[in-house]
Structures are given as C-alpha cells and as structure tokens.
C-alpha cells in the first residue's frame, strides 16, 4: 500500500527558511548514545526517487531482520517535490515522503539507514541527521560519494577505514571497505548512533555487496513506487 503525501503546513518554502530549520535542528542531534547493537532486532532502509518534470517525489522504508537480512516489512509514499534542487539542503525535498513511508510501517524500524549523510554534511546536519531528530530513531548515513570532504583510500581488504575529514583535519565520518578491493562508501552518525557503531552496522549489512541490504532493497522498492504513481499520471 501507498501512502499519499501533500507538503506539510509550514514547510520551508525558501533557502533561507531551510537554513533557519537546520540551525534550529541541529542542536538536538545526539552523538553520545552507542545505539542498537548490530545484528540484532531490525534495521531499516529508506530511499527516494524522483520525476522533476512530473512533480513527483516516492519514497520507501524496507524493515530487514537484523539477523538474516530477510526483508520483514515494507511501506512507501508518494508526494509531491516539497523544495527546489539546492545542495545542502536536498533533506527538504525528502524528509516529508520518507516520514510517511516509515509511519505506515507495521512494526518499529529499529536502525534506520539512509542513503546519504548525517553529520559529513557542510552544515553538520544531512538527511540522517534531520530524521532522526524529527523521529528520535537511531540514524546513520552512508552514502555513494564523500561529498565535498577529504580522505585517505583506505587499505584494500573488506573492513578497512579512513577518516573522512572536514578542513583536513575534522573527522565527519569514515571511508568504509566494504568489498576488497572496491572503491569505499561513506558512513557518517545520524543520531544516537556512535561512528564505531554505525560502522559495524554497515559492515553487517553488506555481506555481498559494496551498498547495504537496505540501501539496494529501499532503492529498487521506490523506483517501482515511483514508476507506478507517474504511469497513472
């Protein structure tokens, strides 16, 4: 089932208003708590996709048994583009259809992982970052690229790491091997998750692949959402 979303009353409509959120936000992101252990409970990825021209946003959460990594539940949302295209600030295209989508989940999501950013984000408050706070959900990022931050390639064998750095000497968050040999992805702490952690997380849910089970499951899941909603545009 799909749920149907409108742009929230009061939705930042401006980069000034989104910056203005994100300064008023960013305060209450925790970074103290170790958060879920890995390989335990659930773990959920959300993703989102877009049609610009049609004016279309869908997003999905897909809940996986910790343990097995077998899909448990799933939901997605559909809605319209809630803020324009502006580096730093794509939360606020998502945030609205990814929080519907989690809602009409059947069960707690336990970890939530987003295929993106959490405190490596310019501004320290990427899209793992806001949903948390707004959920209070232990969050992590990890994402494809290193935005705009430095690093060192971490050593060949699947597990190595390297500081992903803010001004080269910040640490936002970590280049992670994932494969032998692959190119790294790039997790960073969302909230009430500690880096060590979200690590061992990502680590856990990449048995096959460079990109976590959740990441390529949510993925492939709002695609189809997206494609279904625009065909009956």
């Known amino acids: 089932m799909t749920t149907t979303v409108g742009i929230p009353a009061g939705w930042p409509a401006t980069e000034e208003e989104a910056l203005a959120a994100q300064d008023a936000l960013r305060t209450r992101v925790v970074v103290d708590e170790r958060g879920p252990e890995p390989g335990g409970g659930h773990v959920t990825g959300v993703d989102v996709a877009y049609d610009d021209e049609r004016d279309v946003v869908a997003a999905a959460a897909v809940v996986l048994d910790a343990a097995s990594l077998q899909v448990v539940a799933e939901a997605t949302a559909v809605g319209r583009i809630s803020f324009p295209y502006v580096p730093g600030l794509l939360a606020f295209r998502e945030i609205p259809t990814v929080l519907a989508a989690l809602a009409a989940l059947d069960?707690?999501?336990?970890?939530?992982?987003?295929?993106?950013?959490?405190?490596?984000?310019?501004?320290?408050?990427?899209?793992?970052?806001?949903?948390?706070?707004?959920?209070?959900?232990?969050?992590?990022?990890?994402?494809?690229?290193?935005?705009?931050?430095?690093?060192?390639?971490?050593?060949?064998?699947?597990?190595?790491?390297?500081?992903?750095?803010?001004?080269?000497?910040?640490?936002?968050?970590?280049?992670?091997?994932?494969?032998?040999?692959?190119?790294?992805?790039?997790?960073?702490?969302?909230?009430?998750?500690?880096?060590?952690?979200?690590?061992?997380?990502?680590?856990?849910?990449?048995?096959?692949?460079?990109?976590?089970?959740?990441?390529?499951?949510a993925d492939a899941l709002c695609r189809r959402a997206l494609k279904e909603a625009t065909a009956q545009a």
């Open 107 to 217: 069960r707690p999501p336990g970890l939530v992982v987003c295929d993106g950013y959490g405190l490596a984000h310019p501004r320290r408050f990427g899209l793992a970052s806001h949903l948390g706070v707004l959920t209070g959900l232990a969050t992590i990022g990890v994402a494809k690229n290193p935005f705009t931050f430095t690093y060192d390639d971490p050593d060949a064998p699947r597990g190595s790491v390297a500081p992903l750095l803010a001004d080269g000497r910040d640490e936002v968050g970590r280049a992670l091997r994932t494969r032998d040999g692959v190119k790294p992805v790039f997790v960073s702490v969302g909230h009430r998750v500690t880096l060590d952690n979200a690590c061992a997380h990502t680590l856990a849910l990449t048995p096959g692949y460079r990109l976590p089970e959740t990441t390529r499951r």
